[in-house]
């Protein structure tokens, strides 16, 4: 009796184990809480890192549809150094240096509301990478976001990515 007791709590620790955990962000997303409203931007979510003599640049972007009036969300790291796992700041010129820029909320073809981060420094923003490989980028990002007038804000909170690198 005591063996099959021993089996059965076996057999349920090692199922467990085996599950993914339920946070996980899946592949070609990109989210984020804007003001307080979920948005995605799922459609043609991808990333990219291009490498040169004296600068790296990582670039991750999508849209909430495929239609010239579709909201984009797009995030970058520009570094001297490779980039890796680890945060980076909006605040700050010297390298590395990330941005985030969003278009969003009323929009037409012909005119675009751009969102991006502040350029100097009075609201910050962050985006972390958790993991990063050949293939693939996850992480996370929020931050304060100043319209081109300089006065209007989005707030960019619980921001997740995981896409593939093309």
Do not use: W
Not at 40 to 45: E, G, R, V
Not at 123 to 129: E, P
Request: proline share 2%; charged share 15%.
């Amino acid at each position: 009796m005591g063996k099959k007791i021993l089996i059965i709590i076996v057999a349920l620790v090692l199922s467990q184990s085996c599950k993914k955990p339920s946070h996980e962000t899946p592949v070609g997303t990109i989210s984020a809480t804007i003001d307080g409203i979920a948005e995605s931007f799922n459609t043609n979510a991808v990333g990219q890192i291009t490498t040169g003599v004296q600068s790296n640049f990582l670039l991750i972007g999508g849209s909430d549809g495929n239609s010239p009036e579709a909201n984009t969300l797009s995030l970058s790291i520009n570094s001297t150094a490779t980039i890796t796992k680890g945060s980076y700041s909006t605040v700050g010129t010297s390298s590395p240096v990330a941005h985030i820029f969003a278009t969003v909320g009323h929009m037409s073809a012909t005119q675009h509301n751009i969102y991006r981060t502040d350029v100097e420094g009075k609201y910050s923003g962050t985006i972390a990478i958790t993991l990063i490989s050949n293939t693939n980028v996850e992480g996370t990002f929020s931050g304060k976001l100043l319209l081109d007038n300089g006065t209007t804000i989005k707030i960019i909170t619980d921001g997740k990515f995981n896409v593939s690198l093309k």
